[in-house]
T-cell receptor
């Protein structure tokens, strides 16, 4: 009963370092999303994908990259980490974007120092 | 552009009823969803409206007026465990799902 799995759960990065947040889902969902949530704020859409091989920018894509080589996996790459990228990152998936429930992973807490 | 407005905080008493409003501005609107998030946790789905009217799920109800670009979440018989943040989110025809900034619900005993 895994659902959406994100790794790592916690990470501290130094300014300028790069890393990849992993996300995998076992529900055969076509749609996957990456959001970031700053303290006390809402969720901002970074990137999303409507199926394998298809990705598109969300509200705040700068400083991030994604790929979708399989239906299950949707990794988020941070290049040249900056303090402004300190946030909680949520991966999510849904069967479609029109009303179906979005299932979220447990979140990844990232601090850039 | 797209925007959603909801109150930042609402306070209510245990056992009472509270309404959290959401107004939105977006192109290609498809539907409005509501999510609950407890501190330190992930958002969880509460309800969805694509058509005008009220949808009821137990103690939670959600309303949508497409002509007014407005919706609300109604929580009845409030319990202390309902203390959380509540987010409205618009589903658009471009497949983007955009969230509001959230409403922090405080419940007093």
């Amino acid at each position: 009963n895994a659902g959406v799995t994100q790794t790592p759960k916690f990470r501290i990065l130094k300014i300028g370092q790069s890393m990849t947040l992993q996300c995998t889902q076992d529900m055969n969902h076509n749609y996957m999303y990456w959001y970031r949530q700053d303290p006390g704020m809402g969720l901002k859409l970074i990137y999303y994908s409507v199926g394998a091989g298809i990705t598109d920018k969300g509200e705040v894509p700068n400083g991030y990259n994604v790929s979708r080589s399989t239906t299950e996996d949707f990794p988020l790459r941070l290049e040249l980490a900056a303090p402004s990228q300190t946030s909680v990152y949520f991966c999510a998936s849904s069967y479609s974007s029109s009303g179906n429930t979005i299932y979220f992973g447990e979140g990844s807490w990232l601090t850039v120092v | 552009g797209q925007s959603l407005e909801q109150p930042s905080e609402v306070t209510a008493v245990e056992g009472a009823i509270v309404q959290i409003n959401c107004t939105y501005q977006t192109s290609g609107f498809y539907g409005l969803s509501w999510y609950q998030q407890h501190d330190g946790g992930a958002p969880t789905f509460l309800s969805y409206n694509a058509l005008d009217g009220l949808e009821e799920t137990g103690r939670f109800s959600s309303f949508l007026s497409r002509s007014d670009s407005y919706g609300y979440l109604l929580l009845q018989e409030l319990q202390m465990k309902d203390s959380a943040s509540y987010f409205c989110a618009v589903m658009n025809r471009d497949d983007k799902i955009i969230f509001g900034k959230g409403t922090r619900l405080h419940i007093l005993p």
